[in-house]
């Protein structure tokens, strides 16, 4: 689909795409129309003063401990029974390596799992989730990421919105990730890298979306992906922060916040709960790439 048979398409569907992206040739830095922050502070806040203006600033924001050890024993030990499960039994929302058995990732634990259910329905999460967000908000997607040792592989730079944008059909950047810790993320085993102050720039990325692109881009992403030179371009803004912390500790980062993470050579492992909460205001259109949506287990749209 070419773009002005796309752009057609929108008007008729009532769509205004903000940040087109995957339909030129060459990638387009576009500046942000969106807040990020969507609620005014105040003393009843769940976040302090400081650390409010440190995620609207930098797009992320750490809080070391925010769970405790009982609370980690028991998702630690439900992880463990999840990842031999799905190293034998296939099933559609579990995502292998390229080139193994090993579990890469495992969505919709907050719909199929119910101890995870609970974590995402967390009063303290939620409380801080609809601050962020300025509104009630849903699960738009959750998942384990699991990058154990030796063998974990490397997430490459990549905007959520992005993806969530073209692919699903978000239509703003009203979202963000929650990402717990249910391992100690050392600076040597692939923790996760963002880059300050990249969530006020979207960077449009080149290539048409092949149908059907969730299969194998869950695995290994080649769409979606942004250019080197606009990444030197924000890694020369903002620098690259590497986020370490104990167990039990959660970062929380805008939707466009640019991401990644190295792969995992050292023998300790490195496993994460990720739960993306979507303003209710902000539910999913029709993908803006002009394809059928991605499957309920990636995106809910309800």
Known sequence: MNRIMRDEKMVKQGLEDKYPSRIEDKPVVMKREDDVLYSEWTAKSP????QSDF?????FLVLDRFFSELELSEWRTELKRLNEIYREEEAEHVILEPESREVRSVFAVHDNN??????AAHPKLAAIANYLLGSDT???????????GFTGKEFYWHSDFETWHVEDGMPSMRAFSCSIALEDNFQHNGPLMVIPGSHKKFISCIGKTPDNHFKQSLRRQ???????HSLKMLNKEGGIHTITGKAGSIVLF????MHGSNSNITPDPRSNVFLVYNSTENKLQQPYSGQKPRPRYIASRE
Do not use: A, M
């Open 254 to 257: 805008d939707c466009n916040t």
């Open 222 to 228: 080649e769409y979606g992906v942004p250019d080197p």
């Open 55 to 59: 995620y609207e600033k930098n797009g």
């Open 114 to 119: 119910e101890k995870f259910k609970q974590l």
């Open 138 to 148: 849903y699960i738009h997607q959750s998942r384990i990421n699991f990058k154990p």
């Open 47 to 50: 976040l302090s003063k400081e």
